[in-house]
């Protein structure tokens, strides 16, 4: 399987649809690192143009694998090692372009019905062809237009069994990441 996820933190929205850069929280890297390594994803990138949020993530991925995290939690470490620190989505997708010899399907995530979206099995098609895909998601209040603009394609959105749909990013990958590569989908 040739899958990535991102995490954007640049651009996203604040609640007044502004355009913003969010704050890297410590709950991401670990909930999403350990995600990724549970469903098979080779690499997560948490995707920030801001030098004091990126030298932040680093210092809490070296704690988890050279510091004393490394040794009081090896499942960590492990998970850790997925995560990436880059300053945009087109660094992303070019270091995906030399790992791979090829650009990634990239499918963006939104809350909303957003312009033209693919259904989950049209999604899980696509990463099951052998193709690498980046999926990502946004932080905040979700991935500002140029994002979703720039994506290949635009998921359904995870919905509930009502009108309310605000989840955290941690629990719409979980459940996203499930239902396109987990054993019993």
Known sequence: MRLYIGLVHYPVYNKNREKIASA????????????SRTFGVNRYFVITPLT????????????WKTGFGASYNIDRKEAIEVIKI??????????IKETEGTEPVVIATCAS????????TRAKDLINSNMPVLLLFGTAWGLHREILGAADHVLTPVEGSNDYNHL????AAAI????LVGRNN
């Open 24 to 35: 890297v929280t410590n709950l991401d890297l670990h909930d999403l690192s350990r995600l």
């Open 52 to 63: 004091d949020q990126q030298r932040l993530t680093e210092s809490l991925i070296e704690h």
């Open 86 to 95: 880059t300053s945009s989505l087109d660094s992303a997708i070019e270091e």
């Open 113 to 120: 019905k957003s312009g033209t979206v693919i259904s989950f």
């Open 168 to 171: 955290s990013v941690r629990t």
């Open 176 to 179: 996203i990441l499930d239902r």
